[in-house]
Protein backbone atom coordinates (compact mmCIF):
# COMPACT_ATOMS: atom_id res chain seq x y z
CA UNK A 1 0.00 0.00 0.00
CA UNK A 2 2.95 2.20 0.73
CA UNK A 3 4.30 1.98 -2.61
CA UNK A 4 1.14 2.62 -4.08
CA UNK A 5 1.46 5.83 -6.00
CA UNK A 6 -2.06 7.14 -5.62
CA UNK A 7 -1.71 6.71 -2.13
CA UNK A 8 1.51 8.51 -1.77
CA UNK A 9 0.27 11.39 -3.75
CA UNK A 10 -3.06 11.51 -1.24
CA UNK A 11 -0.47 11.38 1.81
CA UNK A 12 1.45 14.14 0.14
CA UNK A 13 -1.62 16.67 -0.44
CA UNK A 14 -3.15 16.23 2.80
CA UNK A 15 0.44 17.29 4.26
CA UNK A 16 -0.13 20.16 1.55
CA UNK A 17 -3.49 20.95 3.00
CA UNK A 18 -2.18 20.90 6.66
CA UNK A 19 0.41 23.30 5.95
CA UNK A 20 -1.90 25.84 4.17
CA UNK A 21 -4.22 25.24 7.19
CA UNK A 22 -1.58 26.70 8.91
CA UNK A 23 -1.10 29.66 6.83
CA UNK A 24 -4.74 30.28 6.80
CA UNK A 25 -5.02 29.97 11.05
CA UNK A 26 -2.28 32.73 10.75
CA UNK A 27 -4.24 34.99 8.39
CA UNK A 28 -7.03 34.96 10.71
CA UNK A 29 -4.59 35.62 13.90
CA UNK A 30 -3.23 39.03 11.73
CA UNK A 31 -7.77 40.17 10.83
CA UNK A 32 -7.87 39.51 14.11
CA UNK A 33 -5.35 41.64 15.39
CA UNK A 34 -6.08 44.60 13.26
CA UNK A 35 -10.13 44.03 14.46
CA UNK A 36 -7.93 44.30 17.72
CA UNK A 37 -6.21 47.61 16.76
CA UNK A 38 -9.51 49.11 15.78
CA UNK A 39 -11.35 48.38 18.88
CA UNK A 40 -8.54 50.48 20.11
CA UNK A 41 -9.12 53.28 18.07
CA UNK A 42 -12.82 53.26 18.49
CA UNK A 43 -11.85 53.27 22.79
CA UNK A 44 -9.26 55.80 21.87
CA UNK A 45 -11.58 58.31 19.94
CA UNK A 46 -14.20 57.84 22.75
CA UNK A 47 -11.59 58.63 25.20
CA UNK A 48 -10.58 61.32 23.71
CA UNK A 49 -14.31 62.90 22.38
CA UNK A 50 -17.24 61.44 24.32
CA UNK A 51 -18.29 57.59 24.22
CA UNK A 52 -21.89 56.11 23.09
CA UNK A 53 -24.55 58.63 24.62
CA UNK A 54 -27.63 57.57 26.38
CA UNK A 55 -30.15 60.44 26.95
CA UNK A 56 -32.18 60.19 29.86
CA UNK A 57 -34.93 62.70 30.87
CA UNK A 58 -35.99 64.98 31.53
CA UNK A 59 -37.48 64.61 35.19
CA UNK A 60 -37.33 66.10 38.47
CA UNK A 61 -36.20 64.34 41.76
CA UNK A 62 -35.94 65.94 45.61
CA UNK A 63 -33.96 64.49 48.25
CA UNK A 64 -35.92 64.20 51.57
CA UNK A 65 -35.14 63.21 54.99
CA UNK A 66 -37.47 62.41 57.93
CA UNK A 67 -36.78 62.33 61.64
CA UNK A 68 -38.84 60.95 64.57
CA UNK A 69 -37.95 59.86 68.58
CA UNK A 70 -38.66 56.57 69.65
CA UNK A 71 -38.37 54.93 72.76
CA UNK A 72 -35.75 51.46 72.97
CA UNK A 73 -34.91 49.53 76.38
CA UNK A 74 -37.41 49.44 78.97
CA UNK A 75 -37.35 50.28 83.35
CA UNK A 76 -34.97 52.34 84.40
CA UNK A 77 -33.12 51.56 80.57
CA UNK A 78 -35.34 53.34 78.77
CA UNK A 79 -34.33 56.16 76.65
CA UNK A 80 -35.30 58.32 73.70
CA UNK A 81 -32.88 58.41 70.48
CA UNK A 82 -34.05 59.97 67.19
CA UNK A 83 -33.96 58.09 64.19
CA UNK A 84 -33.87 58.98 60.39
CA UNK A 85 -34.57 58.20 57.08
CA UNK A 86 -33.19 59.26 53.87
CA UNK A 87 -35.16 58.67 50.49
CA UNK A 88 -35.47 60.27 47.41
CA UNK A 89 -39.12 61.98 45.45
CA UNK A 90 -38.68 61.14 41.98
CA UNK A 91 -41.87 62.87 39.09
CA UNK A 92 -41.18 61.41 35.56
CA UNK A 93 -43.01 63.43 32.73
CA UNK A 94 -46.52 62.41 31.45
CA UNK A 95 -45.38 63.41 28.00
CA UNK A 96 -41.89 63.51 26.70
CA UNK A 97 -41.21 64.38 23.35
CA UNK A 98 -38.03 64.42 21.59
CA UNK A 99 -36.90 66.07 17.90
CA UNK A 100 -33.06 65.17 17.02
CA UNK A 101 -30.83 65.65 14.39
CA UNK A 102 -28.04 63.70 14.16
CA UNK A 103 -25.05 64.78 12.04
CA UNK A 104 -22.13 61.94 11.19
CA UNK A 105 -18.38 63.11 11.62
CA UNK A 106 -15.92 60.28 11.03
CA UNK A 107 -12.55 60.32 13.07
CA UNK A 108 -9.61 58.78 11.37
CA UNK A 109 -6.88 57.43 14.15
CA UNK A 110 -4.34 55.82 12.11
CA UNK A 111 -5.88 53.39 9.34
CA UNK A 112 -9.07 53.14 11.03
CA UNK A 113 -12.34 55.26 11.19
CA UNK A 114 -14.82 55.77 13.69
CA UNK A 115 -18.03 57.41 13.52
CA UNK A 116 -18.91 60.38 15.77
CA UNK A 117 -22.33 62.24 15.85
CA UNK A 118 -23.28 65.73 16.69
CA UNK A 119 -27.07 65.77 17.82
CA UNK A 120 -29.10 68.89 18.29
CA UNK A 121 -32.42 67.40 20.06
CA UNK A 122 -35.17 69.35 21.32
CA UNK A 123 -36.49 68.00 24.61
CA UNK A 124 -40.06 68.97 25.67
CA UNK A 125 -41.60 67.47 29.07
CA UNK A 126 -45.11 68.23 30.74
CA UNK A 127 -46.07 67.23 34.33
CA UNK A 128 -49.69 67.14 34.68
CA UNK A 129 -49.30 66.43 38.71
CA UNK A 130 -46.26 67.38 41.27
CA UNK A 131 -48.01 64.54 43.69
CA UNK A 132 -45.05 62.27 43.42
CA UNK A 133 -43.05 65.31 44.98
CA UNK A 134 -45.45 65.36 47.56
CA UNK A 135 -43.40 63.61 50.89
CA UNK A 136 -45.21 61.46 52.93
CA UNK A 137 -43.98 60.68 56.67
CA UNK A 138 -43.89 57.28 58.05
CA UNK A 139 -44.54 57.98 61.52
CA UNK A 140 -47.58 59.67 63.30
CA UNK A 141 -44.53 61.94 64.65
CA UNK A 142 -41.97 62.58 61.89
CA UNK A 143 -40.51 65.19 61.16
CA UNK A 144 -39.86 65.79 57.56
CA UNK A 145 -37.18 68.00 55.59
CA UNK A 146 -36.60 68.35 51.94
CA UNK A 147 -33.91 70.00 49.73
CA UNK A 148 -34.97 71.92 46.49
CA UNK A 149 -36.49 70.04 43.52
CA UNK A 150 -34.30 69.34 40.76
CA UNK A 151 -34.95 69.18 37.30
CA UNK A 152 -31.71 67.07 36.21
CA UNK A 153 -31.00 65.42 32.30
CA UNK A 154 -28.98 62.59 32.57
CA UNK A 155 -26.44 61.74 29.52
CA UNK A 156 -23.93 58.96 28.62
CA UNK A 157 -20.92 60.98 28.72
CA UNK A 158 -21.10 64.35 29.71
CA UNK A 159 -18.17 65.38 28.20
CA UNK A 160 -20.20 65.30 24.78
CA UNK A 161 -22.65 68.03 26.10
CA UNK A 162 -21.61 71.28 23.89
CA UNK A 163 -24.64 73.21 25.26
CA UNK A 164 -27.62 73.17 26.48
CA UNK A 165 -30.55 75.90 27.33
CA UNK A 166 -33.69 75.22 29.63
CA UNK A 167 -37.13 77.69 29.59
CA UNK A 168 -39.45 76.52 32.71
CA UNK A 169 -42.50 78.49 33.33
CA UNK A 170 -42.09 81.19 31.07
CA UNK A 171 -38.14 82.31 32.18
CA UNK A 172 -34.94 80.56 30.85
CA UNK A 173 -33.21 78.53 33.82
CA UNK A 174 -29.66 78.34 34.95
CA UNK A 175 -28.14 75.13 34.16
CA UNK A 176 -25.23 73.04 36.48
CA UNK A 177 -23.12 70.41 35.56
CA UNK A 178 -24.22 67.06 37.02
CA UNK A 179 -27.35 65.83 38.47
CA UNK A 180 -27.48 65.80 41.95
CA UNK A 181 -28.91 61.79 41.68
CA UNK A 182 -26.59 59.34 42.89
CA UNK A 183 -27.29 56.79 40.44
CA UNK A 184 -27.37 58.67 37.23
CA UNK A 185 -24.36 61.31 38.01
CA UNK A 186 -23.34 62.02 34.24
CA UNK A 187 -25.33 65.23 33.38
CA UNK A 188 -26.95 68.63 33.89
CA UNK A 189 -29.34 69.99 35.96
CA UNK A 190 -31.38 73.51 37.26
CA UNK A 191 -32.90 73.83 41.08
CA UNK A 192 -36.11 74.92 40.03
CA UNK A 193 -37.94 78.12 42.09
CA UNK A 194 -40.59 76.39 45.02
CA UNK A 195 -43.30 78.66 43.83
CA UNK A 196 -42.30 76.62 40.43
CA UNK A 197 -43.01 73.82 41.66
CA UNK A 198 -45.81 74.18 43.92
CA UNK A 199 -48.11 75.86 41.12
CA UNK A 200 -51.08 74.29 40.40
CA UNK A 201 -51.57 73.46 36.45
CA UNK A 202 -49.39 71.77 34.01
CA UNK A 203 -45.35 72.03 34.45
CA UNK A 204 -43.70 72.36 31.03
CA UNK A 205 -40.12 72.07 30.48
CA UNK A 206 -38.37 72.98 27.13
CA UNK A 207 -34.50 72.21 26.96
CA UNK A 208 -31.90 72.35 23.52
CA UNK A 209 -29.32 69.93 24.07
CA UNK A 210 -26.18 69.94 21.59
CA UNK A 211 -24.35 66.43 22.25
CA UNK A 212 -21.77 64.95 20.50
CA UNK A 213 -21.21 60.88 21.14
CA UNK A 214 -19.55 57.77 19.29
CA UNK A 215 -21.50 55.65 17.11
CA UNK A 216 -24.02 55.11 19.02
CA UNK A 217 -26.79 57.68 20.74
CA UNK A 218 -30.15 56.01 22.88
CA UNK A 219 -33.01 57.46 24.23
CA UNK A 220 -34.59 56.15 27.65
CA UNK A 221 -38.68 56.43 26.94
CA UNK A 222 -39.35 58.18 30.66
CA UNK A 223 -42.72 59.57 29.82
CA UNK A 224 -46.44 58.53 30.28
CA UNK A 225 -46.10 58.54 26.90
CA UNK A 226 -43.24 59.15 24.94
CA UNK A 227 -42.38 60.31 21.14
CA UNK A 228 -38.82 60.47 19.79
CA UNK A 229 -38.03 61.59 15.87
CA UNK A 230 -34.50 61.07 14.95
CA UNK A 231 -33.14 62.01 11.24
CA UNK A 232 -29.95 61.65 10.16
CA UNK A 233 -27.90 62.10 6.79
CA UNK A 234 -26.30 58.26 7.70
CA UNK A 235 -27.45 55.79 5.17
CA UNK A 236 -26.52 52.70 7.19
CA UNK A 237 -28.71 52.76 11.02
CA UNK A 238 -28.54 49.99 13.12
CA UNK A 239 -31.96 49.97 15.22
CA UNK A 240 -31.96 48.11 18.51
CA UNK A 241 -32.73 48.14 22.27
CA UNK A 242 -36.08 47.34 23.75
CA UNK A 243 -38.47 48.92 20.94
CA UNK A 244 -38.42 49.02 17.38
CA UNK A 245 -39.21 52.43 15.58
CA UNK A 246 -43.02 52.69 15.34
CA UNK A 247 -42.23 54.18 11.48
CA UNK A 248 -39.03 54.46 9.54
CA UNK A 249 -37.40 55.24 6.38
CA UNK A 250 -33.94 54.46 4.99
CA UNK A 251 -32.54 56.16 1.96
CA UNK A 252 -29.38 56.62 0.24
CA UNK A 253 -29.45 60.47 1.73
CA UNK A 254 -29.90 59.40 5.32
CA UNK A 255 -32.93 58.15 7.74
CA UNK A 256 -35.63 58.96 9.41
CA UNK A 257 -36.96 57.22 12.63
CA UNK A 258 -40.06 57.36 14.64
CA UNK A 259 -41.02 56.19 18.30
CA UNK A 260 -44.71 56.10 20.09
CA UNK A 261 -44.48 54.61 23.60
CA UNK A 262 -46.84 54.32 26.37
CA UNK A 263 -45.62 53.74 30.09
CA UNK A 264 -47.89 50.33 29.72
CA UNK A 265 -45.55 49.12 27.08
CA UNK A 266 -42.32 50.07 28.98
CA UNK A 267 -41.44 50.16 32.65
CA UNK A 268 -38.38 52.74 32.27
CA UNK A 269 -40.39 54.96 34.58
CA UNK A 270 -40.25 52.25 37.19
CA UNK A 271 -36.74 51.58 36.55
CA UNK A 272 -35.68 55.19 36.41
CA UNK A 273 -37.25 55.33 39.68
CA UNK A 274 -35.90 52.42 41.69
CA UNK A 275 -32.87 54.18 40.27
CA UNK A 276 -31.96 51.08 37.89
CA UNK A 277 -29.06 51.74 36.17
CA UNK A 278 -28.10 52.61 32.82
CA UNK A 279 -26.20 50.10 30.33
CA UNK A 280 -24.05 51.01 27.83
CA UNK A 281 -22.68 47.71 25.82
CA UNK A 282 -19.92 48.32 22.84
CA UNK A 283 -22.20 49.51 19.25
CA UNK A 284 -23.70 46.44 17.88
CA UNK A 285 -24.48 44.65 20.99
CA UNK A 286 -27.03 44.42 23.37
CA UNK A 287 -25.80 45.81 27.05
CA UNK A 288 -24.47 42.32 28.79
CA UNK A 289 -27.14 42.81 31.82
CA UNK A 290 -29.38 43.78 30.40
CA UNK A 291 -31.89 42.38 32.88
CA UNK A 292 -31.12 44.81 35.38
CA UNK A 293 -30.63 48.04 33.10
CA UNK A 294 -33.23 51.04 32.49
CA UNK A 295 -35.54 50.30 29.74
CA UNK A 296 -34.19 51.96 26.26
CA UNK A 297 -33.68 52.05 22.51
CA UNK A 298 -30.91 52.67 20.54
CA UNK A 299 -29.70 53.24 16.66
CA UNK A 300 -26.08 52.54 15.81
CA UNK A 301 -24.20 54.14 13.09
CA UNK A 302 -22.83 51.43 11.97
CA UNK A 303 -20.28 51.08 8.59
CA UNK A 304 -21.97 47.96 7.01
CA UNK A 305 -18.27 47.54 5.33
CA UNK A 306 -15.97 47.27 7.87
CA UNK A 307 -13.35 45.40 6.09
CA UNK A 308 -11.53 43.52 8.83
CA UNK A 309 -15.48 41.87 9.53
CA UNK A 310 -15.49 41.10 5.66
CA UNK A 311 -12.41 39.84 5.46
CA UNK A 312 -13.02 37.24 8.86
CA UNK A 313 -15.94 36.01 6.58
CA UNK A 314 -14.15 35.54 3.32
CA UNK A 315 -11.09 33.69 5.81
CA UNK A 316 -13.55 31.45 6.93
CA UNK A 317 -14.23 30.00 3.64
CA UNK A 318 -10.44 29.23 3.21
CA UNK A 319 -10.63 25.80 3.74
CA UNK A 320 -13.60 25.15 1.06
CA UNK A 321 -11.91 27.38 -1.24
CA UNK A 322 -9.01 25.78 -1.17
CA UNK A 323 -10.26 22.25 -1.75
CA UNK A 324 -13.07 23.26 -4.44
CA UNK A 325 -9.83 24.27 -6.19
CA UNK A 326 -7.70 21.20 -5.45
CA UNK A 327 -10.95 19.40 -6.65
CA UNK A 328 -10.69 21.05 -10.23
CA UNK A 329 -7.16 20.32 -10.46
CA UNK A 330 -7.50 16.71 -9.35
CA UNK A 331 -10.35 16.49 -12.40
CA UNK A 332 -8.23 18.33 -15.07
CA UNK A 333 -5.52 16.15 -14.32
CA UNK A 334 -7.19 12.60 -14.34
CA UNK A 335 -9.77 13.62 -17.45
CA UNK A 336 -6.64 14.98 -18.90
CA UNK A 337 -4.31 12.26 -18.26
CA UNK A 338 -2.18 14.35 -16.62
CA UNK A 339 0.52 14.36 -13.96
CA UNK A 340 0.50 17.22 -11.43
CA UNK A 341 2.93 17.20 -8.65
CA UNK A 342 1.78 18.03 -5.14
CA UNK A 343 4.21 20.83 -5.38
CA UNK A 344 2.57 22.32 -7.46
CA UNK A 345 -0.41 21.45 -5.67
CA UNK A 346 1.00 23.84 -2.49
CA UNK A 347 2.32 26.62 -4.59
CA UNK A 348 -1.65 26.91 -6.11
CA UNK A 349 -2.85 26.72 -2.44
CA UNK A 350 0.05 29.08 -1.53
CA UNK A 351 -1.71 31.56 -4.45
CA UNK A 352 -5.41 31.11 -2.69
CA UNK A 353 -4.09 31.50 0.86
CA UNK A 354 -1.93 34.39 -0.10
CA UNK A 355 -5.49 36.04 -1.60
CA UNK A 356 -6.93 36.42 1.75
CA UNK A 357 -3.74 38.19 2.97
CA UNK A 358 -3.76 40.67 0.10
CA UNK A 359 -7.85 41.09 0.61
CA UNK A 360 -6.92 42.18 4.27
CA UNK A 361 -4.15 44.59 3.00
CA UNK A 362 -5.88 46.01 0.15
CA UNK A 363 -9.15 46.94 1.97
CA UNK A 364 -7.23 49.27 4.64
CA UNK A 365 -6.42 51.67 1.75
CA UNK A 366 -9.69 50.89 -0.31
CA UNK A 367 -13.22 50.44 -0.66
CA UNK A 368 -13.82 46.33 -0.04
CA UNK A 369 -15.10 46.25 -3.67
CA UNK A 370 -12.36 47.34 -5.18
CA UNK A 371 -9.90 45.40 -2.95
CA UNK A 372 -12.04 42.32 -3.64
CA UNK A 373 -11.38 42.73 -7.29
CA UNK A 374 -7.70 43.72 -7.24
CA UNK A 375 -7.10 40.88 -5.11
CA UNK A 376 -8.80 38.46 -6.95
CA UNK A 377 -7.91 39.90 -10.47
CA UNK A 378 -4.16 38.92 -9.45
CA UNK A 379 -4.60 35.45 -8.17
CA UNK A 380 -6.58 34.64 -11.68
CA UNK A 381 -4.16 36.02 -13.73
CA UNK A 382 -1.21 34.05 -11.65
CA UNK A 383 -3.36 30.90 -11.07
CA UNK A 384 -4.57 30.93 -14.89
CA UNK A 385 -0.98 31.49 -16.29
CA UNK A 386 0.72 28.84 -13.97
CA UNK A 387 -1.99 26.35 -14.79
CA UNK A 388 -1.23 27.00 -18.25
CA UNK A 389 2.06 25.31 -17.96
CA UNK A 390 1.07 22.93 -15.01
CA UNK A 391 -1.84 21.59 -17.59
CA UNK A 392 0.18 21.37 -20.61
CA UNK A 393 -1.68 24.16 -22.45
CA UNK A 394 -2.82 27.48 -22.65
CA UNK A 395 -6.45 25.95 -23.64
CA UNK A 396 -6.52 23.60 -20.25
CA UNK A 397 -5.14 26.92 -18.29
CA UNK A 398 -8.07 29.54 -19.40
CA UNK A 399 -11.40 26.94 -18.49
CA UNK A 400 -9.31 26.63 -15.04
CA UNK A 401 -8.62 30.49 -14.79
CA UNK A 402 -12.76 30.93 -15.78
CA UNK A 403 -13.31 27.93 -13.14
CA UNK A 404 -11.22 30.35 -10.69
CA UNK A 405 -12.83 33.45 -11.38
CA UNK A 406 -16.24 31.58 -10.84
CA UNK A 407 -15.04 30.94 -7.59
CA UNK A 408 -14.05 33.68 -6.65
CA UNK A 409 -17.67 35.71 -7.88
CA UNK A 410 -19.58 32.86 -6.07
CA UNK A 411 -16.99 33.62 -2.46
CA UNK A 412 -18.00 37.37 -3.17
CA UNK A 413 -21.98 36.97 -3.40
CA UNK A 414 -21.78 34.77 -0.48
CA UNK A 415 -19.79 37.98 1.53
CA UNK A 416 -22.47 39.84 -0.06
CA UNK A 417 -25.09 38.12 1.38
CA UNK A 418 -26.43 37.64 5.19
CA UNK A 419 -29.83 35.77 5.61
CA UNK A 420 -29.15 33.82 2.00
CA UNK A 421 -25.35 32.86 2.53
CA UNK A 422 -26.38 29.29 4.17
CA UNK A 423 -28.72 28.66 0.95
CA UNK A 424 -26.31 29.60 -1.43
CA UNK A 425 -23.42 28.36 -0.14
CA UNK A 426 -25.54 24.78 0.14
CA UNK A 427 -26.73 24.76 -3.48
CA UNK A 428 -23.28 25.53 -4.81
CA UNK A 429 -21.69 23.02 -3.45
CA UNK A 430 -24.44 20.56 -4.03
CA UNK A 431 -23.60 21.42 -8.25
CA UNK A 432 -19.89 21.16 -7.49
CA UNK A 433 -20.66 18.00 -6.60
CA UNK A 434 -23.00 16.79 -9.33
CA UNK A 435 -20.45 18.09 -11.65
CA UNK A 436 -17.82 15.85 -10.26
CA UNK A 437 -19.90 12.92 -10.45
CA UNK A 438 -20.98 13.31 -13.53
CA UNK A 439 -17.66 14.17 -15.44
CA UNK A 440 -16.35 11.09 -13.13
CA UNK A 441 -19.10 8.57 -13.74
CA UNK A 442 -16.91 6.44 -16.30
CA UNK A 443 -13.61 6.59 -14.57
CA UNK A 444 -11.93 3.68 -13.33
CA UNK A 445 -10.99 4.06 -9.90
CA UNK A 446 -9.89 0.24 -9.39
CA UNK A 447 -7.25 0.74 -12.44
CA UNK A 448 -6.17 3.96 -11.24
CA UNK A 449 -5.60 2.54 -7.33
CA UNK A 450 -3.36 0.13 -9.10
CA UNK A 451 -1.33 2.96 -10.59
CA UNK A 452 -2.26 2.15 -13.67
CA UNK A 453 -3.23 4.88 -16.49
CA UNK A 454 -6.87 6.08 -15.85
CA UNK A 455 -9.53 4.09 -18.27
CA UNK A 456 -12.93 5.42 -19.07
CA UNK A 457 -15.39 2.08 -18.40
CA UNK A 458 -19.11 2.32 -20.70
CA UNK A 459 -21.61 0.61 -18.97
CA UNK A 460 -24.25 1.54 -21.35
CA UNK A 461 -25.52 4.72 -19.80
CA UNK A 462 -24.68 8.24 -21.64
Not at 415 to 422: C, F, G, N, V, W
Request: glycine share 10%.
Amino acid sequence: MFKNPLFVKFVALGAVVVALLVGLSSIEGVVRDRQFHRSQAQRGVADSLAGPQTLLGPLIHQSCTERWESVVGSGAEQRRVEEKRGWRLVATPSRLALAADAALEPRARGLHSVNTFQLKSRLSATWDSREALVPQASTAHGRIDCGPAVLMVAVGDARGIRGARLRMGGQTLELRPGTEHPSYPRGLHAVLPEALVKASGVLGAELELELLGTERVAVVPLGGESEVRLRSPWPHPSFGGRFLPSERTVEASGFTAHWRLSQLASSAARDVTRGARLCDGPPGEAPTDAKGCVESFWVDFIDPVNPYTLSDRATKYGVLFIVLTFVAVGLFELLGRLRVHPVQYALVGAALTLFFLLLLSLAEHLRFEQAYAAAATGCVLLLTYYASHILGSLWRGLPFGALMALLYGMLFVLLQLEQMALVVGSLALFLVLAAVMVLTRKLDWYALAKGAPASHRDHGLA
